[in-house]
Nanobody, 115 residues
Framework: QVQLVESGGGLVQAGGSLRLSCAASGSIFSINTMGWYRQAPGKQRELVAFISSSGRINYADSVKGRFTISRDNAKNTVYLQMNSLKPEDTAVYYC?????????WGRGTQVTVSS
């Protein structure tokens, strides 16, 4: 059974940094696309970034130049380095894994950026 566990969220001041991690199990991690999404209160869940098995990366325009997604296939882990954080980055951040036609989700980790 696929399981995704996020960690690294917290409270940070504007301009600060956080690094999120997502540990995956129960799948062939190296062949799957991994993603980070976020959902702010009252808003729909939105894509932040994804990284394919071949290393192709895509970012939402709102985080380009500030966030970096990476993966370590040896550790079955995907990361999201978040720099220059803004109050509008406040949200619950979710890890996702695409396994064939199915998308699995973690439970999320809260990121709060104070002004």
């Amino acid at each position: 059974q696929v399981q995704l566990v996020e960690s690294g969220g917290g409270l940070v001041q504007a301009g600060g940094s956080l690094r999120l991690s997502c540990a995956a199990s129960g799948s062939i991690f190296s062949i799957n696309t991994m993603g980070w999404y976020r959902q702010a209160p009252g808003k729909q869940r939105e894509l932040v970034a994804f990284i394919s098995s071949s290393g192709r990366i895509n970012y939402a325009d709102s985080v380009k130049g500030r966030f970096t997604i990476s993966r370590d296939n040896a550790k079955n882990t995907v990361y999201l380095q978040m720099n220059s954080l803004k109050p509008e980055d406040t949200a619950v951040y979710y890890c996702s894994e695409g396994v064939g036609s199915i998308t699995y989700w973690g439970r999320g980790t809260q990121v709060t950026v104070s002004s």
